[in-house]
C-alpha cells in the first residue's frame, strides 16, 4: 500500500496505535496492534514483529516522513503489500484491551533513524514521552513487569 497522500490532514486518531499485550513471558510480549488502518489487528509474538508493524504502519500513512533513509545489510528488492486498504479516520480505541496490558502509541517523529513520541499505559493511568524505540520498549517492559 502506498502512503496515504492528498488527504491533506492526517487526524489525531490516524497518528494513534494500540498495543494489546496478552503474555509477557521471558521478555517475549504477545499481542495485537491496532490502528484505524489495520482494525482487524496485526498479531505479534515478539518484540521485533512488534516494530516492525509500527514501522509498516508509519510508512504506510505517511506519517511521520523518516529524516534518514532506511538501511539494510543486503539490498532486498521492495516487496508491495497487496490486499489492504484505507479503513476510514476514526477507530473506536476503547473496544480493545490487552489480558495483561494495553498501550497507546503516538509517534510523532521519526529522527536519528528512531521514533519519538508518547505511550500511555492504559491501566496505569500514565503517559510517558519516548525518545527512541529502545526507550519506548524499556517503558513497556517497566509497565508488565511491576
Request: with cysteine.
Amino acid at each position: 500500500m502506498s502512503p496515504i497522500s492528498g488527504r491533506g490532514i492526517i487526524t489525531e486518531n490516524m497518528k494513534t496505535m494500540l498495543i494489546c499485550i496478552d503474555s509477557y513471558e521471558n521478555f517475549c510480549a504477545k499481542g495485537k496492534i491496532f490502528h484505524g488502518m489495520r482494525e482487524d489487528g496485526a498479531q505479534f509474538a515478539n518484540l521485533m514483529q512488534l516494530l516492525l508493524n509500527i514501522e509498516s504502519i508509519i510508512d504506510d500513512t505517511g506519517f511521520p516522513k523518516a529524516t534518514t533513509e532506511k538501511r539494510r545489510f543486503h539490498s532486498f528488492a521492495h516487496q508491495e503489500k497487496s490486499g489492504e486498504s484505507f479503513g476510514g479516520e476514526y477507530f473506536d480505541f476503547s473496544m480493545k484491551k490487552g489480558a495483561l496490558a494495553t498501550f497507546r502509541l503516538k509517534v510523532m517523529f521519526r529522527h536519528n533513524a528512531s521514533w519519538q513520541g508518547t505511550v500511555a499505559w492504559l491501566e496505569g493511568s500514565t503517559e510517558e514521552p519516548f525518545r527512541s524505540a529502545l526507550e519506548f520498549m524499556m517503558l513497556m517492559h517497566s509497565a508488565m513487569v511491576d
